[in-house]
């Protein structure tokens, strides 16, 4: 048993509470590999914004858990180096899908889990989050649970259409889970394909996808239901047409990739959302660069030469993320 607080990492319970007051939201970037995590922190450290690392069972296969673990541990070290004198880090499990795997967070040193039953019936999904949130709580560890269902894939759970949170269930909910923060469905959906093309509206002048706006109206009654609530937002990636248009113009093929407007996030940021999940952003990134390298460069053959670029995309992608749509840089 290791305790998160032995590595230098923090919950979210006060995080949280700055957040909601101050009108921001926090980053909960993804990572699976060394490069997206250096660019976290740098771009967390350089802009003093506390952050939330999300590791994902997929991550978790991926990179080894315990791997994983470490890498969060130096990454604590690393933003120090940098200049960051108390960083405001978290190490987040991403849609645990069991208690086993929760537990297993817990125990390896995570400040945070996720207990994503949304795809249950709703007391099932209540019991299974309530025995998440008594075992974290027990160390500390803040949780965050889901109602309502997103449309696309979430890890393994797929759901074809998304089905917003009802507002009359909050409250319930949450009592009786004992969750710290809630995820919510409001029209966002994992991916980098999060409308159909029949969904949106074509801009005229670019011909680009307009996607429909978010639920907001469900999220000022789930508000008026929890006043001061903290509320995630997954699924929150704006899939920048820059990176898309890269991906295509070197040999990649993204047709219609939509995601969700800053205009909305930044918007979202501002209310009791406090928490917004970005991962296929930083995919496309990462994946815009290398190509631009594989094509430019043919014969490089150093893997350093090709993920070093996409390091600073993605670098440059969470200094965005952070000062011009969710608004935490010099929160922490
Ligand atoms: O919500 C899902 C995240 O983007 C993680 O995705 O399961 O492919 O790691 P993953
Ligand atoms: P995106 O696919 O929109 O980046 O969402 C990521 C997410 O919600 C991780 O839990
Ligand atoms: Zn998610």
Known sequence: MVSYKELGLVNTRDMFAKAIRGGYAIPAFNFNNMEQLQA??????????????????????????????????????????????????????????????????VDLGFSSVMIDGSALHYEENIALSKKVADYAHQYDVTVEAELGVLAGVEDEVQAEESHYTRPEEVIDFSKRTGCDSLAISIGTS?????????????????????????????????????????????????????????????????????????????????????????DSDSRLAFTAAVRKVFVEKPGEFDPRKYCGPARDLMTELYKHKIINVLGSDNKA
């Open 40 to 105: 976290i922190i740098k771009a967390a450290a350089e802009t003093k914004s506390p952050v939330i690392l999300q590791v994902s069972k997929g991550a978790r296969n991926y990179a080894n858990a315990t791997l994983l673990r470490y890498m969060a541990q130096g990454a604590v070290e690393y933003a120090k180096e940098l200049g960051w004198e108390k960083p405001q880090i978290v190490l987040h499990l991403d849609h645990g899908d069991s208690f086993e795997l929760c537990k297993d967070c």
């Open 190 to 278: 994992h991916g980098a394909y999060k409308f159909k093309p029949e969904q949106c509206t074509r801009d005229p002048k670019t011909g680009r996808l307009v996607p429909p706006p978010l639920a907001f109206d469900v999220l000022d009654a789930i508000m008026e239901q929890l006043p001061g609530f903290p509320i995630v937002l997954h699924g929150s990636s704006s899939v920048p047409q820059e990176y898309v248009d890269m991906i295509n113009q070197y040999g990649g093929k993204l047709p219609d990739a939509v995601g969700i407007p800053e205009d909305q996030l930044r918007k979202a940021a501002k209310s009791a959302v406090c928490k917004i999940n970005i």
